[in-house]
T-cell receptor, first 116, second 118 residues
Framework: AQKITQTQPGMFVQEKEAVTLDCTYDTSDPSYGLFWYKQPSSGEMIFLIYQGSYDQQNATEGRYSLNFQKARKSANLVISASQLGDSAMYFC?????????????FGKGTRLHILP | EPEVTQTPSHQVTQMGQEVILRCVPI?????FYWYRQILGQKVEFLVS????????KSEIFDDQFSVERPDGSNFTLKIRSTKLEDSAMYFC????????????????FGAGSRLTVL
């Protein structure tokens, strides 16, 4: 069975600091994809970053990077130089296997609060 | 950036009433999805739809739920007889290539339809 675990229900971080949001996953499929989505208070789900299980390098998108440690089955999201607008709910998600339709399953999320 | 559009943004209904939530997926996407998020909880998969039929559904997606693609652009979720526990945010998503995804398809979500059942 596939599972996504986010152990931090909430985090408080000072503006301009870097923040790491934890995500661990479990799957028996060798081919899988990991995603992070941001959900601001307005409610929409915004795609941030993707990491494939066979990707050699950690994914980066602007201030977002994914610390992918395959042996540990972790895919932590790192936000550098946090901003007030980063305050939101963050969901880690997984798709496995990659050769089926693109359904993803979500973790419970981490609510990030950026303090001025 | 192409968008997934959902209507209505908020619907209030009486228990037992039928509700139809509408979605316009991104035009060149082939897979469509409905997810549900009860307030403060995780986002749960309901159903996926491909080639005009359901490709997968969760145990939440019981006989009270149905999906349809009535024309080339709309994708609808119908709840036949709403229950109090159907109150949630319902997200439509469609799947396709996105920049920065190493060629993998990414689900793009709509802004959601908040359903309140009284």
């Amino acid at each position: 069975a596939q599972k996504i675990t986010q152990t931090q229900p909430g985090m408080f971080v000072q503006e301009k600091e870097a923040v790491t949001l934890d995500c661990t996953y479990d799957t028996s499929d060798p081919s899988y994809g990991l995603f992070w989505y941001k959900q601001p208070s307005s409610g929409e789900m915004i795609f941030l970053i993707y990491q494939g299980s066979y990707d050699q390098q950690n994914a980066t998108e602007g201030r977002y990077s994914l610390n992918f440690q395959k042996a540990r089955k972790s895919a932590n999201l790192v936000i550098s130089a946090s901003q007030l607008g980063d305050s939101a709910m963050y969901f880690c998600a997984m798709k496995a296997p990659m050769n089926r339709d693109d359904k993803i399953i979500f973790g419970k999320g981490t609510r990030l609060h950026i303090l001025p | 950036e192409p968008e997934v559009t959902q209507t209505p943004s908020h619907q209030v209904t009486q228990m037992g009433q039928e509700v139809i939530l509408r979605c316009v997926p991104i035009s060149n996407h082939l897979y469509f999805y409905w997810y549900r998020q009860i307030l403060g909880q995780k986002v749960e998969f309901l159903v996926s739809f491909y080639n005009n039929e359901i490709s997968e559904k969760s145990e939440i997606f019981d006989d009270q739920f149905s999906v349809e693609r009535p024309d080339g652009s709309n994708f609808t979720l119908k709840i036949r007889s709403t229950k109090l526990e159907d109150s949630a945010m319902y997200f439509c998503a469609s799947s396709g290539y996105r920049e920065g995804s190493s060629g993998a398809n990414v689900l793009t979500f709509g802004a959601g339809s908040r359903l309140t059942v009284l």
